[in-house]
Antibody, heavy 121, light 108 residues
Framework: QVQLQESGPGLVKPSGTLSLTCAVS?????????WTWVRQPPGKGLEWIGE???????NYNSSLKSRVTISLDKSNNQFSLKVSSVTAADTAVYYC??????????????WGQGTLVTVSS | SSELTQDPAVSVALGQTVRITCQGD??????GSWIQQKPGQAPILVIY???NRPSGIPDRFSGSTSGNTASLTITGAQAEDEADYYC???????????FGGGTKLTVL
């Protein structure tokens, strides 16, 4: 069974860098999927942050692109998210997910449990 | 612009049928998928493709698409179906992923 688990600091100082890792079990990140980060500010909806393909190709939300980096760690079967120059607006629950295209549909079938990151001094 | 538009809130009486809709041009490229999220829980995929349910999703959940509008139908809504529902798709021209704003379903 595929499982994803986010980890990282729950508190980040303003202007600092948010760093999270998503550990994948039951599947290989070298397989043909989009390994994805999504966030959800308190009381708000889901926001796509970006994704990385097994080849290393990335796509990022235009509104975050200048501050976001997603990378693969194949040796540990995990992928990571970095968001620089954070502000209180980056406070959110951060989810990692495994997504792909199948039967002419885009879908995210497996999600981590999410981790709350608070930006505060 | 690439957007998916949903009604913010919908209610249904227990045991009745409810349809939640999502409108956006990206739905002409890829079938939308539907995600259920209960308070404090991670999102769960409930419908994808023309009308596909992942393993474990009750068959009272169904989906359809016409033009640029996707619909999620719950036939015989149960109390446990009370949740936020998000539609999700991908813009084929930008390769960006889009979520609708979400619909809060209340089961009365």
């Amino acid at each position: 069974q595929v499982q994803l688990q986010e980890s990282g600091p729950g508190l980040v100082k303003p202007s600092g860098t948010l760093s999270l890792t998503c550990a994948v079990s039951g599947d290989s990140i070298s397989n043909n999927y989009w390994w994805t980060w999504v966030r959800q500010p308190p009381g708000k909806g889901l926001e796509w942050i970006g994704e990385i393909f097994h080849s290393g190709n990335t796509n990022y939300n235009s509104s975050l692109k200048s501050r976001v980096t997603i990378s693969l760690d194949k040796s540990n079967n995990q992928f990571s998210l970095k968001v620089s120059s954070v502000t209180a607006a980056d406070t959110a629950v951060y989810y990692c997910a495994r997504c792909h295209i199948a039967v002419a549909s885009y879908l995210c079938e497996y999600w981590g449990q999410g981790t709350l990151v608070t930006v505060s001094s | 612009s690439s957007e998916l538009t949903q009604d913010p809130a919908v209610s249904v009486a227990l045991g009745q049928t409810v349809r939640i809709t999502c409108q956006g041009d990206s739905l002409r490229s890829y079938w939308g998928s539907w995600i259920q999220q209960k308070p404090g829980q991670a999102p769960i995929l409930v419908i994808y493709g023309r009308n596909n349910r992942p393993s474990g999703i009750p068959d009272r959940f169904s989906g359809s698409t016409s033009g640029n509008t996707a619909s999620l139908t719950i036939t015989g809504a149960q109390a446990e179906d009370e949740a936020d529902y998000y539609c999700n798709s991908r813009d084929s021209s930008t390769n960006h992923v889009i979520f609708g704003g979400g619909t809060k379903l209340t089961v009365l």
